[in-house]
Nanobody, 124 residues
Framework: QVQLVDAGGGLVQTGGSLRLSCAVT????????MGWFRQAPGKEREFVAG????????YYADSMKDRVTISRDNAKNTAYLQMNNLKPADRAVYYC?????????????????WGQGTQVTVSS
């Protein structure tokens, strides 16, 4: 059974950086596409970034474009989300997600596996 364990959230000041990680367990090599989503209090879960199974293609939502970088290390079965220049509006629970297909999607319903979420808080 594939499971995702995401980590790396925390409290940072405005302008700070965080690197989130998402470890995939239950599979020797995970080759499906992966994505990061976030959900702020009272809001729907929104797409942040996606990466294809071969790590050749990435896609970013406009909300955090130019401030985040998604990557993955298939040898370690781990995906990352580097976030820079964080703002108070970025406060949310961040979730990693994985799907069996090679290509990512920005739709949450397109992902089969989800991490438990990691809280990101940005102080002003």
């Amino acid at each position: 059974q594939v499971q995702l364990v995401d980590a790396g959230g925390g409290l940072v000041q405005t302008g700070g950086s965080l690197r989130l990680s998402c470890a995939v367990t239950g599979r020797a090599v995970y080759s499906g596409a992966m994505g990061w989503f976030r959900q702020a209090p009272g809001k729907e879960r929104e797409f942040v970034a996606g990466i294809s199974g071969l790590s050749t293609v990435t896609y970013y939502a406009d909300s955090m474009k130019d401030r985040v970088t998604i990557s993955r290390d298939n040898a370690k079965n781990t995906a990352y989300l580097q976030m820079n220049n964080l703002k108070p509006a970025d406060r949310a629970v961040y979730y990693c997600a994985a799907r069996r297909e090679l290509w990512y999607t920005s739709s949450a319903s397109g992902y089969t596996y989800w991490g438990q979420g990691t809280q990101v808080t940005v102080s002003s």
